[in-house]
């Protein structure tokens, strides 16, 4: 591993290196001098020569070392796995980063709102079930409950369940 490595240099190979062995060591390096610093990492996660999984377990390690950041680090995953990776594991990738985020701050309504997002109703990707699930499950530490009521509802009418999404669309309303 290189040492030493300046601000301006582990950022560059962030943005440019097509080596993951580089890479790895600027991560490496990023890490030994503790710099917790999201946007240095956003250009990372944004590195198109990274495979979904290497991108995973950066981001996993930042999180893991700088829990002050863990949020935005899983938002950002997230965010690249819904635009990047092949179709259908793009949105298992993002939801399972949405989740993660909701984790560390259980109380943010992004983390619940953008997973609902990213559901493509053709596809029922991610599954309608389990974006129900989450975002019920979200209802227990918003403080403003009214975004998931509707997401609720326009999830349940997605699937045909009319019933429920009348009592989100009513929950609504009264919130």
Known sequence: M???????????????????????????????????????YRLLFWNNSLSAEAIAMFGEKIANEFPSIAYDVYMWLASVFEVVHSKFDNYEGALRYYKRASQVKP??????????????????????????EFLTEGLKYVRVPKPIFQR????????????????????SRES
């Open 2 to 40: 290189e040492k030493n490595l300046s601000y301006e240099e582990i950022r560059n190979r962030f943005i440019n290196s097509e080596d993951f062995n580089e890479i790895f060591d600027a991560v490496e390096e990023a890490i030994r001098q503790r710099i917790e610093d999201i946007e240095l």
């Open 107 to 132: 109380d943010e309504l992004d983390p619940y709102l953008d997973a609902a997002d990213c559901y493509d109703p053709d596809l029922n990707i991610p599954p309608a079930e389990t974006l129900i």
């Open 152 to 171: 609720l509802c326009l999830l349940h009418r997605a699937i045909g369940n009319e019933e429920m999404a009348r009592y989100y669309e009513q929950k």
